[in-house]
């Protein structure tokens, strides 16, 4: 795959599902189903091209599940590097005529057999490296095994490549061990998981953060549910508070965040830009009910009414 202008950010995906979700028809009329592409990797894809960059996608798909995948993505423009596997891709059906969603059924993410884990391994390696800035997102289950993130961290620490994490728990312990990070971006809710955070104030939060800095993320950025993001950028730390829109979904906001961190960083943007613009496109992702999806002109909107102010000079 050749990289012709730079303007790229490489994205490891190791979950790609098929979504098949059953809507309400439309004043009362018959039922809607509809097929999308997902995992964290694609959503934090689909942002990128509404922020205006051409993300390089790689992850594993395989059989029919996995062709529907391929095809779905392409139209959405996003180029991808796929890694054929035996296994089907995972499938999820869920039901939101009522509003929430049901899980209908689901199949399980089949790990990768040790050929594929080196294709897919190689063949991001090779991207990241030609597009210079990359996004290494976590798996829910264990699809690719845990060391390969430190692999990624010990070969990344070596280059020039800059690296957005989206990460938490073994696989952001595993990548620290030998790597570091440019941007990690967690929330508050995967750091209580990990036992780092020890309830919802401030004061814990922060901590967390200085933590993680020590442990070689240079810069790091807590999303905190309906309280304002903090992040330590650059030596400093900052608090930034979106505008309060009521969520039609507010499941994405995160990994759509993590979209406009790696675009800000990928651009050179301070610390207060990165984070009005990271804030701004979380924010217009729950406005939707696709995740990962968003207008451009709302996001650099939104991002204009981001507040953000520096709370300290230094962790401690």
């Not at 800035?133 to 990624?152: A, K, L, M, S, W």
């Not at 999303?223 to 304002?228: D, F, K, L, V, Y």
């Not at 939707?288 to 300290?312: M, Q, T």
């Amino acid at each position: 795959m050749s990289i012709e202008d730079g303007r790229t950010v490489s994205v490891f995906a190791p979950f790609l599902s098929l979504t098949v979700t059953i809507e309400a028809g439309r004043e009362g009329g018959a039922d809607e189903i509809h097929l999308h592409p997902g995992g964290q990797g694609f959503w934090i894809s689909r942002m990128l091209t509404h922020l205006g960059e051409r993300p390089l996608l790689c992850g594993p798909v395989g059989g029919e599940s996995g062709r529907v995948i391929r095809a779905l993505i392409d139209e959405w423009g996003i180029e991808i590097s796929p890694v054929a596997i035996p296994a089907p891709s995972p499938t999820t059906i869920q039901d939101r005529r009522l509003g929430d969603r049901i899980e209908v059924a689901a199949t399980d993410a089949p790990s990768l057999p040790r050929h594929e884990l080196d294709d897919a391994y190689g063949r991001f390696l090779d991207l990241a490296l030609s597009s210079r800035v990359c996004v290494i997102t976590g798996q829910g289950t264990e699809v690719v095994p845990t060391d390969t993130y430190r692999r990624f961290g010990h070969d990344f620490a070596s280059s020039d490549v800059g690296v957005v994490g989206d990460l938490h728990g073994p696989e952001l312990a595993a990548f620290l061990e030998e790597g570091r990070l440019d941007v990690l971006k967690v929330s508050d809710e995967d750091l209580a998981q990990d036992g780092l955070l020890d309830g919802d104030g401030e004061t814990e939060a922060l901590s967390a953060i200085h933590h993680l800095a020590e442990r070689g993320a240079r810069n790091v950025v807590i999303s905190r549910a309906n309280n304002p993001v903090l992040a330590f950028m650059d030596g400093t730390t900052y608090r930034a508070s979106p505008p309060e829109l009521e969520p039609a979904d507010s499941r994405g906001a995160g990994d759509s965040m993590t979209a406009g961190l790696a675009a800000a960083f990928r651009r050179g943007l301070g610390p207060e830009e990165s984070l009005r613009l990271a804030c701004g496109a979380g924010a217009a992702n729950v406005t939707r009910h696709g995740l990962g999806s968003a207008s451009g002109d709302l996001i650099a909107k939104l991002a204009e009414r981001v507040e953000v102010e520096a709370v300290s000079s230094a962790p401690g």
